[in-house]
């Protein structure tokens, strides 16, 4: 393994609990029937964030680890409902809550809060619902339904840039849409026959995307595309740092069953490479394991992902 997997550095020589002190923040991602895990960076302490619940479709953490969305199937009979509700990070309190009816009567919508935490994107897995943009508190704002006739995909990617502006991947595209969101601007495009997972920084000055096998970088105006991680199998599902400097990855991924994936988890940089993540072969010397203190073994994740 590369350097960083050793878990007895002392926090004098620029590692604490094996991992650079250059690392901030937490990492969230859901495993199987444990629920939403965490672990915070440098001290590698993990633990339980959200219990294991079916009728969560999603949750997202405002950039500044204040607030935290979660969206929740709450259909009944006949009743397709979807409780949005965003509380307070410290004390569990409640600061906005609202039922969120979509227009197709879909009860699998996922919400996502804009940088400045005033906005609250949501996205379904059923084409007739579109993109809505709704306030926090669950007011209309806006809804988009395609790009030049063209319908948006099932489970939409939308991302957040600074300044409220949106970023989507459209057919072979990468589109941004500046507010009040009624005409996109070409960023890139993709000739690729298998690429996604794109993420973006919170800077919004880097893209991360998948693109075969492996995973790539790119500028935010799609310049300057480079290859980030090489291994015998597959990487996907990239989540920058909060610092933009690094990048959480899974590693290894592979299927489980008709719908389900698992991947390792490992840290690399976000510039440089390629870097070998391989499960077997010898990793690059940055190449970090996820483990939490205390254990040897590497973390694994089957779902959603953040680093706040």
Known sequence: ???GCSKDDSSGNGFTNGYPNSLSGTI??????????????PDGTGGAFIPDNSKLNNFDISRDGRMKLSVINASTLGQYDVRFTTGNMADGSIIDEFIYNSPAGNNFCKGYLSPDNSLIVVTSNDKEDGITILKRNGEF?????DINGEAF?????????????LLLKHKNYIIRLDPPYQSGTLVKE???DDWGDLQVNQQGTKLAVRIGNHLYTMKADGTELKQLTTSNFKEAEPVFSPDGN????GTEYRQTGPFGYMWSLKIVPSAGGPYQVDPIEANSPEVIPVIWKGKDRMETAGGQMLWR
Not at 154 to 163: A, D, G, I
């Open 153 to 165: 995909e099932f489970n939409q990617t939308v991302l957040w840039l600074p300044q409220n502006v």
């Open 246 to 249: 690094f990048l959480l990855i």
């Open 141 to 145: 704002v806006g809804r988009l339904h």
């Open 190 to 192: 993709m000739d690729y």
């Open 1 to 3: 393994m590369g350097a």
């Open 28 to 41: 969230y991602y859901d495993w199987a029937t444990e629920g939403i895990l965490k672990m915070s960076l």
